[in-house]
């Protein structure tokens, strides 16, 4: 049952090429045995019955404060700055004036160290995807603060543009490695640029500050062969088209009750591919197996077509409220609705 998609067909079916004989299975990125507790064994053996259509090759990217005893200087903040206690993770504040912004860049990490790659792929023909969190606007809020990321783009622009230029050339350079090193397919980062009811800011300040250097990575890689994946929680729907416009591959979760699942496959699922994320807010902590099965086919019926462009996941990362009978019944009907559904829309199309 585990067998899992080659490298040529989840390329074909990223880019609308095609779809196979089932809906492509990404769940254990974002599923961790561990979290089930004294069902863990039962869990990865439920786990490990299922395809994994990627294979994830996490990549080492700098800490605000702390660097690998390799390399002392392989942190965003190279000044005598130490992680602040008690505060809230969005309320760090690492870069407290940006008058210290010239002497963090002349420092800044070098993207060649030595360790980037802690795995490397199995060569066993999978699609290898190559994986960071925290891109433009996450790395900002986790440099500045929240509150301070929030108003920077009226305060301070010149600011945010000299370091979101910086984190572009430093990420560019990562991807080149990423393809000349793991032979990766697919570059995965995450930026959550959306609330449960529309974005964090406008669409002017999307397209000054974010679009341009969205578009350099984009272009980066699409010049080596290599598709670019976004996670991004929240209402994004006003930035879809602007995603689109410069050539985004994949985007995870499309976030359930924040925007309307069937207007944006409408929309867009032809566009770019959706790699469809359950709903960990509410069905996976207050619902029964039934309820499990019963979204995992909403989701099926709502995205899947003969073109491809549809992957299948969980939303965010699985926590302690899931349920093991939960596990069991996303996985397997995922995976038996999937192969069903293509049937049908393969005979139809005959």
Not at 97 to 116: C, G, K, M, S, T
Not at 188 to 209: A, H, L, V, W
């Amino acid at each position: 049952m585990n067998r899992c998609f080659s490298k040529k067909q989840m390329r074909d079916i990223i880019e609308g090429k095609c779809s196979y004989e089932r809906i492509p299975m990404l769940y254990h990125f974002w599923c961790s045995p561990e979290i089930f507790g004294a069902d863990s064994d039962r869990a990865k053996t439920i786990l490990e019955q299922y395809p994994y259509d990627a294979e994830v090759c996490p990549i080492n990217i700098p800490q605000v404060f702390s660097a690998p005893q390799d390399d002392p200087q392989y942190k965003w903040i190279c000044l005598d700055k130490k992680q602040q206690e008690g505060v809230a993770l969005d309320s760090v504040t690492a870069i407290e004036d940006w008058q210290e912004l010239d002497d963090i860049l002349a420092n800044f990490p070098d993207p060649d160290y030595a360790n980037l790659f802690p795995t490397a792929p199995s060569g066993k023909d999978r699609y290898v995807l190559a994986q960071w969190w925290y891109c433009f606007f996450e790395r900002l809020w986790s440099l500045r603060g929240m509150e301070n990321a929030l108003t920077d783009f009226y305060l301070y622009p010149e600011e945010v543009h000299k370091l979101f230029d910086k984190l572009t050339e430093f990420y560019c350079r990562v991807i080149e490695r990423a393809k000349e090193e793991l032979g990766c397919d697919g570059i995965f980062t995450s930026d959550d640029i959306g609330t449960q009811t529309g974005p964090f800011f406008s669409m002017g300040i999307f397209r000054e500050f974010f679009k341009p250097y969205y578009k350099r990575l984009i272009e980066k890689a699409h010049s080596l062969g290599v598709h670019v994946w976004l996670h991004s929680c929240g209402n994004i729907e006003p930035f879809i088209p602007e995603f689109i416009d410069i050539g985004l591959d994949v985007l995870h979760p499309i976030q359930k009750y924040t925007m309307d699942e069937r207007d944006i496959a409408n929309k867009f699922g032809q566009e770019f591919c959706i790699w469809a994320g359950f709903d960990m807010q509410r069905t996976i902590p207050y619902g029964t197996p039934d309820d499990v099965r019963k979204e995992v086919r909403y989701l099926i019926d709502t995205y899947a077509n003969q073109n491809g462009r549809f992957l299948l996941t969980l939303g965010n990362h699985a926590t302690a409220d899931m349920k093991i009978e939960s596990l069991e019944a996303l996985l397997h009907e995922s995976y038996h609705y999937g192969i069903q559904k293509m049937e049908d829309i393969h005979t139809a199309n005959q």
